[in-house]
Protein backbone atom coordinates (compact mmCIF):
# COMPACT_ATOMS: atom_id res chain seq x y z
CA UNK A 1 0.00 0.00 0.00
CA UNK A 2 1.55 3.45 -1.20
CA UNK A 3 2.32 6.48 1.44
CA UNK A 4 -0.95 8.30 0.20
CA UNK A 5 -3.43 5.10 0.75
CA UNK A 6 -1.76 4.38 3.97
CA UNK A 7 -2.70 8.16 5.06
CA UNK A 8 -6.47 8.26 3.19
CA UNK A 9 -6.93 5.24 5.50
CA UNK A 10 -5.97 6.08 8.68
CA UNK A 11 -7.82 9.66 7.63
CA UNK A 12 -11.13 7.50 7.18
CA UNK A 13 -10.72 5.90 10.16
CA UNK A 14 -10.46 8.90 12.50
CA UNK A 15 -13.29 10.34 10.78
CA UNK A 16 -15.10 7.52 11.40
CA UNK A 17 -14.39 7.24 14.88
CA UNK A 18 -14.90 11.16 14.94
CA UNK A 19 -18.75 10.67 13.45
CA UNK A 20 -19.20 7.36 16.07
CA UNK A 21 -18.27 9.49 19.49
CA UNK A 22 -20.84 12.19 18.31
CA UNK A 23 -23.19 10.04 17.93
CA UNK A 24 -22.21 7.97 21.40
CA UNK A 25 -22.20 11.57 23.03
CA UNK A 26 -25.15 12.92 21.36
CA UNK A 27 -26.97 9.61 22.25
CA UNK A 28 -25.70 9.32 25.84
CA UNK A 29 -27.51 12.53 26.51
CA UNK A 30 -30.75 12.11 26.20
CA UNK A 31 -30.88 8.39 25.29
CA UNK A 32 -28.23 6.85 28.14
CA UNK A 33 -29.95 3.61 28.76
CA UNK A 34 -30.29 2.78 24.77
CA UNK A 35 -26.48 3.56 24.17
CA UNK A 36 -25.96 1.62 27.36
CA UNK A 37 -28.27 -1.31 25.51
CA UNK A 38 -25.56 -1.10 22.27
CA UNK A 39 -22.38 -1.10 24.28
CA UNK A 40 -23.74 -4.10 26.34
CA UNK A 41 -24.95 -6.21 23.12
CA UNK A 42 -21.31 -5.34 21.53
CA UNK A 43 -19.17 -6.29 24.83
CA UNK A 44 -21.22 -9.51 24.99
CA UNK A 45 -20.65 -10.66 21.78
CA UNK A 46 -17.25 -9.71 22.07
CA UNK A 47 -16.16 -11.29 25.35
CA UNK A 48 -18.38 -14.95 23.52
CA UNK A 49 -16.72 -14.09 20.46
CA UNK A 50 -12.83 -13.55 21.53
CA UNK A 51 -12.04 -16.81 23.29
CA UNK A 52 -13.80 -18.89 20.21
CA UNK A 53 -11.87 -17.16 17.50
CA UNK A 54 -8.60 -17.77 19.52
CA UNK A 55 -9.68 -21.07 20.23
CA UNK A 56 -9.94 -21.68 16.51
CA UNK A 57 -6.97 -19.66 15.24
CA UNK A 58 -5.07 -22.18 17.79
CA UNK A 59 -6.37 -25.27 16.60
CA UNK A 60 -5.12 -23.99 12.73
CA UNK A 61 -9.43 -24.28 11.89
CA UNK A 62 -11.38 -21.73 10.81
CA UNK A 63 -14.17 -20.61 13.13
CA UNK A 64 -17.32 -22.19 11.30
CA UNK A 65 -15.47 -25.80 11.47
CA UNK A 66 -14.37 -25.36 15.10
CA UNK A 67 -17.55 -24.22 16.27
CA UNK A 68 -19.32 -27.88 14.52
CA UNK A 69 -22.74 -28.40 14.99
CA UNK A 70 -22.95 -24.64 16.22
CA UNK A 71 -21.39 -23.08 13.16
CA UNK A 72 -25.37 -22.29 12.08
CA UNK A 73 -25.92 -20.00 15.15
CA UNK A 74 -22.24 -18.24 14.06
CA UNK A 75 -24.03 -18.11 10.75
CA UNK A 76 -27.62 -16.50 11.93
CA UNK A 77 -25.40 -13.86 14.00
CA UNK A 78 -22.95 -13.01 11.30
CA UNK A 79 -24.85 -12.75 7.84
CA UNK A 80 -26.18 -9.68 6.94
CA UNK A 81 -28.14 -10.36 4.11
CA UNK A 82 -30.39 -12.63 6.19
CA UNK A 83 -30.65 -9.71 8.80
CA UNK A 84 -31.71 -7.50 5.90
CA UNK A 85 -34.51 -9.95 4.78
CA UNK A 86 -35.81 -10.17 8.23
CA UNK A 87 -36.33 -6.71 8.72
CA UNK A 88 -38.13 -6.05 5.15
CA UNK A 89 -40.14 -9.04 6.37
CA UNK A 90 -41.20 -7.38 9.58
CA UNK A 91 -41.67 -3.97 7.13
CA UNK A 92 -43.72 -6.38 4.80
CA UNK A 93 -45.83 -7.81 7.15
CA UNK A 94 -46.32 -5.08 9.37
CA UNK A 95 -46.88 -2.19 6.91
CA UNK A 96 -48.41 -3.93 3.87
CA UNK A 97 -51.40 -5.16 5.45
CA UNK A 98 -52.00 -1.71 7.10
CA UNK A 99 -51.76 0.19 3.80
CA UNK A 100 -54.11 -2.40 1.62
CA UNK A 101 -56.39 -1.91 4.15
CA UNK A 102 -56.45 1.15 3.99
CA UNK A 103 -57.13 1.27 0.48
CA UNK A 104 -59.58 -1.40 0.80
CA UNK A 105 -61.37 0.66 3.36
CA UNK A 106 -61.38 3.39 1.40
CA UNK A 107 -63.38 2.65 -1.35
CA UNK A 108 -66.07 2.72 1.13
CA UNK A 109 -65.56 5.49 2.36
CA UNK A 110 -64.16 4.20 6.20
CA UNK A 111 -60.48 4.65 5.64
CA UNK A 112 -58.31 5.63 8.66
CA UNK A 113 -54.92 6.04 8.59
CA UNK A 114 -52.75 3.17 9.15
CA UNK A 115 -51.73 2.53 12.98
CA UNK A 116 -48.52 1.32 14.56
CA UNK A 117 -45.80 2.08 11.47
CA UNK A 118 -43.79 4.08 13.73
CA UNK A 119 -43.51 0.78 16.19
CA UNK A 120 -42.85 -1.18 13.33
CA UNK A 121 -40.34 1.34 11.80
CA UNK A 122 -38.57 1.31 15.43
CA UNK A 123 -38.82 -2.92 15.45
CA UNK A 124 -37.16 -2.50 12.30
CA UNK A 125 -34.42 -0.21 13.23
CA UNK A 126 -33.78 -1.20 16.86
CA UNK A 127 -33.27 -4.91 14.97
CA UNK A 128 -30.53 -3.94 13.00
CA UNK A 129 -29.06 -1.27 15.67
CA UNK A 130 -28.55 -4.87 17.91
CA UNK A 131 -27.88 -6.77 15.02
CA UNK A 132 -24.76 -4.32 13.93
CA UNK A 133 -23.88 -4.05 17.38
CA UNK A 134 -23.57 -7.77 17.96
CA UNK A 135 -21.77 -8.40 14.67
CA UNK A 136 -18.89 -5.45 15.43
CA UNK A 137 -18.61 -7.39 18.62
CA UNK A 138 -17.88 -10.45 16.82
CA UNK A 139 -15.40 -8.92 14.51
CA UNK A 140 -13.53 -6.95 17.21
CA UNK A 141 -13.28 -10.58 19.32
CA UNK A 142 -11.95 -11.76 15.81
CA UNK A 143 -9.44 -8.60 15.44
CA UNK A 144 -8.42 -9.38 18.58
CA UNK A 145 -7.59 -12.87 18.76
CA UNK A 146 -6.05 -12.11 15.51
CA UNK A 147 -3.80 -9.44 16.85
CA UNK A 148 -2.72 -11.80 19.00
CA UNK A 149 -1.97 -14.66 17.35
CA UNK A 150 -0.03 -11.98 14.37
CA UNK A 151 -2.65 -12.70 11.82
CA UNK A 152 -4.37 -9.27 12.16
CA UNK A 153 -6.67 -8.67 8.62
CA UNK A 154 -7.66 -5.23 7.52
CA UNK A 155 -11.14 -6.62 6.32
CA UNK A 156 -12.05 -7.65 9.77
CA UNK A 157 -10.76 -4.72 11.38
CA UNK A 158 -12.80 -2.23 8.84
CA UNK A 159 -15.94 -4.35 9.40
CA UNK A 160 -15.57 -4.22 13.02
CA UNK A 161 -15.53 -0.31 13.23
CA UNK A 162 -18.07 0.33 10.45
CA UNK A 163 -20.78 -1.83 12.00
CA UNK A 164 -20.60 -0.27 15.48
CA UNK A 165 -20.37 2.50 13.31
CA UNK A 166 -23.95 2.02 11.39
CA UNK A 167 -25.65 0.88 14.95
CA UNK A 168 -24.55 3.94 16.42
CA UNK A 169 -25.95 6.20 14.04
CA UNK A 170 -28.99 3.98 13.60
CA UNK A 171 -30.06 4.60 17.35
CA UNK A 172 -29.03 8.24 16.24
CA UNK A 173 -31.06 8.39 13.60
CA UNK A 174 -33.78 6.82 15.15
CA UNK A 175 -33.58 9.14 18.16
CA UNK A 176 -33.21 12.18 16.67
CA UNK A 177 -33.95 12.20 12.77
CA UNK A 178 -36.96 14.05 13.20
CA UNK A 179 -34.68 17.22 14.48
CA UNK A 180 -32.24 16.65 11.95
CA UNK A 181 -35.04 16.41 8.60
Known amino acids: MSSFGLFLAILICLAVLLLMTYAAYT ?59 FVLGILYLGIGPQILTYVLSGFFGSAALPMFVRQIQTIAILS ?40 LWGAFIHYFGNELF
Open 128 to 167: LVKFMAGLSGIMSGKVLASVYFGRPTAVDTILALVSLYIA
Open 27 to 85: LSLGHSGELYVIFYIFSLFAFVSLPLHAAALASGQEIEDFLGPLKFAYSVLTNTEDEIY
